[in-house]
């Protein structure tokens, strides 16, 4: 997974300081986390997308959520700055699925009349890999419209499109392409210093991305170690949410009894020091009841 690359660089970087112990993980995006730990090419792996029981099974994998972070619609359009751009659900869903092809359409400037929004063509930015923030993101467009099918790698229908790898490669090709627009984590946005787009939630409510809005949306997020902790937050309710969150989630092999203690280990010291790092980074740490639920889940496992 792509998606937690900064916070698990900040985080490894600081549990080797303080411990000497060497972690190293590279966001190369989920499709190939799943891929690697189930060909158990890796020792752990990442993915935002959550595996279901069935398939955890099937792989002989334990999973549990490590953080939450959010998806953000950055763009690239000249005189128009960070934040001032508002988009509806409709002009999302529209513009991801070739629908709305110019800036200047009615569905998009409807919402901002103040903004001089040029007649050039929409490039769409998206993901070139197999991605869990492509499904996350899918997960959100589907709920506007259930067309647009939910997917780690879908087909996109917009005339202009422009595909990258990980989060790193779709926010480059925003801030290089003008009047470009696409998905991306929060933590890359601030990074490159990107402009992101208010985004209309399901109350209907024009929400800019911030970690007090992800921290409200976060507050749905409904975790069971009965299932492994499997859910997805996409769309939650709540007038102040920011809509398009979701977790990011670890899996380790059933067989890798000592290793996956080693794993345990570093996530242990993450959660007990690491919620400061998570934060600056624009991410949302977990509840204490919900690092709570996973600790029994380790020990239930065998896993700590």
Request: glycine share 6%.
């Amino acid at each position: 997974a792509s998606f937690p690359g900064p916070v698990y660089k900040a985080w490894t970087s600081e549990y080797y300081a303080a411990t000497k112990n060497q972690v190293n993980y590279t966001p190369t995006g989920s499709g190939d986390g799943v891929k690697s730990i189930s060909k158990r090419m890796v020792d752990f792996a990442g993915s935002d997308k959550p595996l279901k029981v069935k398939q955890l099974a099937k792989e002989k994998l334990y999973m549990f959520p490590t953080v939450v972070g959010a998806i953000v619609l950055a763009y690239n359009i000249d005189g128009i700055k960070d934040g001032e751009l508002k988009l509806s659900r409709e002009a999302i869903a529209g513009i991801f699925s070739g629908k709305i092809t110019h800036w200047n359409d009615k569905a998009i400037t409807v919402q901002n009349p103040s903004l001089k929004l040029p007649n050039e063509p929409i490039t769409i930015a998206v993901r070139a890999d197999k991605s869990g923030t492509t499904y996350n993101f899918t997960y959100f467009l589907n709920k506007i419209d259930e067309n647009i099918k939910v997917s780690k790698k879908p087909t996109w229908k917009a005339p202009k499109v422009v595909a990258g790898k990980s989060n790193s490669g779709v926010s480059a090709n925003i801030q290089q392409i003008k009047n470009s627009i696409g998905y991306t984590e929060y933590a890359y946005k601030m990074k490159l210093g990107l402009s992101a787009a208010q985004v209309e939630n399901k109350e209907g409510q024009f929400i800019n991305p911030t970690v007090e809005s992800f921290q409200d949306a976060a507050k749905y997020a409904t975790w069971s170690a009965e299932n492994d902790f499997y859910a997805v937050i996409g769309d939650p309710a709540g007038a102040t949410s920011y809509p398009i969150v979701a977790a990011t989630f670890l899996l380790l092999p059933h067989e890798k009894v000592e290793m996956n203690k080693k794993v345990t280990r570093f996530m242990e010291w993450a959660y007990t020091n690491g919620d400061k790092a998570a934060s600056e980074l624009g991410y949302v740490p977990l509840p204490q009841e919900t690092k709570d639920q996973i600790r029994s889940y380790w020990e239930t496992k065998k896993i700590k």
